[in-house]
């Protein structure tokens, strides 16, 4: 009896420490398991992290600039885009996008190739494709030569070859943007701008100014943006005009901007409205140091009032928050720009919202609609 209860007891025995054995090894295989998804997870949550970085990141802006150095993210604060298409676009997808194609076309002459390099340099280097139309050759600019009188007062004429030129050996681009070399664009913003717009329709943007065209024209020196059509049209259809007072087309001398605007008015190129949602305009004709100060340089009698289409205020709140071009930028402003623009990182995330030491008024959302032309 006893050797059975002895042989009964050593099988307990055997059969727990079977168990237990068993469970030893389920309990090693669920550390090996826990710690092999701990370390996968790790990595996952990393590698989302760091991608979520970049999408932070708003419309074809990335974080980091080719010097390692991290890009100011945008701080959304209660400004918007009213526009449904265009807040979803880039808001929600919160990532680059393949945004519109553009092409920046510079005029410059030989006694300006020096200011052109300050171009080539900063801004000039965001956009898909720079050109620099000139008379003369230079080696580090590179210019695209054009067989045209030099001098201001044949502006026109460089201007009815350099898109002759761009309509003939860059036609693919959606957009192409007109500039002098002492203008400063912040191209990113005119991508923005464009997102929701048809290079097939025939358009152009700028500083719009009245009086000499019925429908307006564009400031030359602001820099204006033409679709793909509309250079098309002016090349096809207004350089073939006959009669000359619809499109001085013939004509060499001439001031550009305005023969531009009789010539687009005349072949059904519209001149567009390129204000954000709440009437602020974003191209100027004029530096920054004109614009942000409550005592402008640019005084109440200036041609720049008399000619203005749409009026707007000087001072902090003078401008859109999206702001796309100044022009008379000499080269220590475009620089000065550049760095306070892509160089300069600012911690809003630190900076409690009651405390904002802009005297701005809060910018509030507005519907499109209660927008009315000035």
Same mark, same amino acid.
């Given at each position: ?30 550390f ?15 590698f ?5 970085t970049?999408?932070?990141? @708003?419309v074809?802006?990335?974080m ?11 701080w ?20 680059p996008?393949?945004?519109p ?16 390099l ?21 080696a ?23 898109l ?15 500039? @002098? ?5 912040i ?10 717009? @048809?290079?097939?329709e ?13 429908q ?14 509309a ?8 350089? !073939?005009?006959? @009669? ?19 010539c ?14 709440f ?60 760095g306070?623009?892509y ?7 630190? !900076? ?20 009315t032309?000035?």
């Amino acid at each position: 009896m006893e050797g059975q209860t002895y042989k009964k007891a050593n099988g307990y025995a055997a059969d727990e420490m079977v168990r237990s054995l068993r469970s030893l090894g389920r309990t090693v295989s669920t550390f090996f398991l826990g710690f092999s998804l701990g370390i996968f997870l790790h990595i996952f949550v990393a590698f989302t992290g760091e991608m979520s970085t970049v999408r932070r990141g @708003d419309v074809s802006v990335h974080m980091y600039g080719d010097n390692g150095m991290q890009r100011n993210e945008p701080w959304e604060y209660e400004y918007n885009e009213t526009s449904s298409s265009k807040r979803q676009i880039a808001y929600s997808r919160r990532m680059p996008l393949d945004g519109p194609r553009v092409l920046c076309y510079i005029l410059t002459g030989p006694t300006t190739h020096q200011t052109a390099l300050h171009v080539k340099n900063t801004w000039g280097q965001r956009c898909d494709k720079t050109v620099f139309f000139s008379t003369k050759s230079h080696a580090e600019l590179q210019p695209e030569l054009l067989n045209v009188p030099e001098g201001y007062v044949y502006l026109w004429a460089k201007t009815k070859a350099a898109l002759t030129h761009l309509h003939r050996h860059y036609p693919s681009y959606d957009w192409y943007l007109k500039a @002098d070399d002492d203008t400063y664009v912040i191209v990113e913003n005119l991508r923005y701008f464009l997102l929701d717009k @048809d290079p097939e329709e025939p358009v152009y943007y700028g500083v719009k100014f009245k009086k000499l065209v019925k429908q307006g024209f564009m400031s030359g020196g602001g820099g204006y943006v033409l679709s793909r059509e509309a250079v098309s049209k002016f090349v096809t259809e207004a350089l !073939q005009l006959e @009669d000359q007072t619809l499109c001085p087309s013939l004509e060499n001398k001439g001031v550009e901007d305005v023969n531009l605007g009789i010539c687009m008015e005349s072949i059904g190129v519209r001149a567009g409205d390129s204000r954000d949602a709440f009437g602020k305009p974003r191209f100027f004709s004029h530096n920054p140091m004109s614009l942000f100060y409550k005592a402008p340089i640019i005084n109440k009698f200036h041609w720049y009032w008399r000619y203005l289409w749409y009026k707007h205020d000087v001072g902090p709140d003078c401008c859109s928050p999206h702001i796309i071009t100044f022009h008379d930028v000499e080269p220590r402003m475009m620089w000065t720009l550049e760095g306070l623009l892509y160089r300069m990182q600012i911690h809003h995330e630190l !900076q409690p919202r009651e405390l904002n030491t802009s005297t701005s008024s809060p910018i509030v959302e507005a519907p499109i609609s209660s927008i009315t032309p000035g």
